[in-house]
């Protein structure tokens, strides 16, 4: 038998982390779930925004249930895929950002 | 994009008493989901019963010039079951003496029937309140001889109600198949001219709403906007409400969950979603739903299950509306599609 990290099937125990620490546990999921509730921003809004975020942490529980949400809200595929870009834009504009950082010191140690 | 119902293909799913068997099988006889039945107890709501009867729905056959992936009634060109006029006399006198307030046609498309005509002309006769016709919008630009279905609706003031899975075409023609949706534009362009849907028009014009796949609707408040919003601004369509109804696990849409691997993330989806205050109110406690061959069922779902109803009487001859008050509902597993988060039926969630 193959061994894996993740198992798809654990997303659906997800809510078990609360059986661990039941008070830590509730107010996560209280927490979280006040998160997603229709806001200054929408649900759909937020959905997208989540799936931007699941790919920057490449979390895979993350990118199933935010894919599903999406798809739930009529979201289609061409709005999730320019979500993902920005999160990589982002997460690759912070790499680069850091560049400056490079130079900076470069130019500093440098006669 | 499939070619043939699973009736054509001789499909193990054709056979009603075989997707029951699935559907009590697996995940739900090891104990990992409770049955319908159980679950429905741990809030005292079993035995599910029928109170007044408000809604009878006629299926008038299940041929159809459509042939939709998720299709719960397996309809299609290659079928051949249509509703006959002896049945159709059975069920005007029914309409005649009911106190139903709502009269809903079905199919496949209910307009292929050759008789359907002269039935929606003789059940107009007896005043029900909300005369339902379902139909699939592409059946009006399918042929010449129903170009004039529009017309024919208005003069008989009969409330359409047509299915739009999304208000892209790309989305649309994969669940409905290819063209789908610029036929179904055009359909509704042709209503709103003669006023279906407009905003003040009393032609009603709803749409229903089924996700393309393995996923449950959204709210629907917020897809009827998303809808309205789009198809105004595309293509300058009007109508009044749009239904978001859940894909209930039975017939193509199950052979569908089982073929794409999906079947049991979705009984998890459906078992996690289940509202217990949703279960008052679905469609069967109010509905009659009758076949194209007249017997009786809870609602068009069971009809499909061939469950008949749990009532001495079961065809539409020895119709009573007494002897079917209270009578117990036959549910299975596929009832969670009707529990469901805000809850769904042919007539939509509740609001
Ligand atoms: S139009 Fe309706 S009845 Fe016809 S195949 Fe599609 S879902 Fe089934
Ligand atoms: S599937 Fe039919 S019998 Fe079951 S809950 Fe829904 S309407 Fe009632």
């Given at each position: 038998m193959s061994k894996t990290y993740y198992n798809p099937d654990d997303l659906r125990k997800f809510?078990?982390?609360?059986?661990?620490?039941e008070e830590l546990g509730e107010k996560f999921f209280d927490y979280y779930g006040k998160v997603f509730e229709e806001g200054a921003l929408t649900a759909r809004e937020k959905s997208l925004i989540a799936l931007a975020v699941s790919h920057v942490v490449k979390c895979p529980y993350c990118i199933d249930a935010y894919t599903k949400d999406g798809l739930q809200r009529g979201i289609n595929k061409e709005e999730m895929m320019e979500a993902v870009h920005v999160g990589a834009a982002i997460e690759s504009g912070a790499t680069l950002v850091h560049g400056v950082q490079m130079m900076n010191k470069y130019e500093k140690l440098s006669m | 994009m499939i070619k043939q119902s699973l009736h054509k293909r001789e499909s193990?799913?054709?056979?009603a008493e075989k997707q029951l068997e699935y559907l009590s099988n697996g995940v739900f006889k090891n104990g990992d989901l409770p049955s319908f039945k159980q679950k429905i107890s741990e809030t005292s709501q079993f035995p599910m019963r029928a109170k007044k009867l408000e809604i009878l729905q006629l299926n008038l056959g299940y041929m159809c010039n459509q042939l939709c992936e998720h299709c719960h009634v397996d309809a299609g060109p290659d079928r051949k079951e249509i509703m006959t006029r002896e049945t159709m006399l059975q069920c005007l006198k029914v309409i005649e003496k009911t106190g139903a307030h709502t009269l809903d046609l079905t199919g496949?498309?209910?307009?292929?029937?050759?008789n359907f005509r002269w039935f929606v002309e003789e059940a107009s006769k007896a005043g029900i309140k909300d005369f339902i016709v379902r139909s699939n919008l592409t059946i009006i630009r399918a042929n010449k001889k129903y170009n004039d279905l529009p017309m024919f609706f208005k003069k008989h003031n009969v409330h359409v109600v047509s299915s739009m899975p999304h208000w892209t075409k790309g989305k649309t023609d994969k669940q409905r198949g290819d063209g789908v949706f610029d036929q179904s534009i055009k359909a509704l362009q042709d209503l709103n001219a003669i006023g279906?849907?407009?905003?003040?028009?009393?032609l009603r014009l709803d749409l229903v709403h089924n996700p393309s796949g393995a996923f449950l609707p959204s709210d629907q408040l917020s897809l009827e906007n998303e809808f309205k919003k789009s198809l105004l601004a595309d293509f300058n369509i009007h109508f009044h409400n749009l239904f978001a109804i859940t894909n209930l696990p039975i017939s193509r849409f199950l052979d569908y969950l089982i073929v794409s691997d999906n079947y049991e993330d979705y009984m998890y989806a459906l078992v996690d979603a289940?509202?217990?205050?949703a279960v008052a109110n679905v469609m069967c406690t109010n509905t009659l739903s009758v076949s194209w061959d007249g017997w009786m069922y809870d609602c068009d779902f069971n009809q499909m299950l061939e469950l008949k109803v749990n009532s001495k009487a079961k065809h539409i001859k020895d119709f009573n509306e007494e002897t079917l008050r209270d009578r117990e509902i036959v549910i299975s597993q596929h009832c969670y599609g009707c529990t469901a988060g805000a809850g769904s039926s042919c007539q939509g969630s509740f609001s």
């Open positions: 809510s078990k982390i609360t059986e661990w620490s | 193990i799913l054709s056979k496949g498309a209910p307009e292929m029937n050759p279906y849907g407009m905003p003040e028009s009393d289940f509202n217990p205050a």
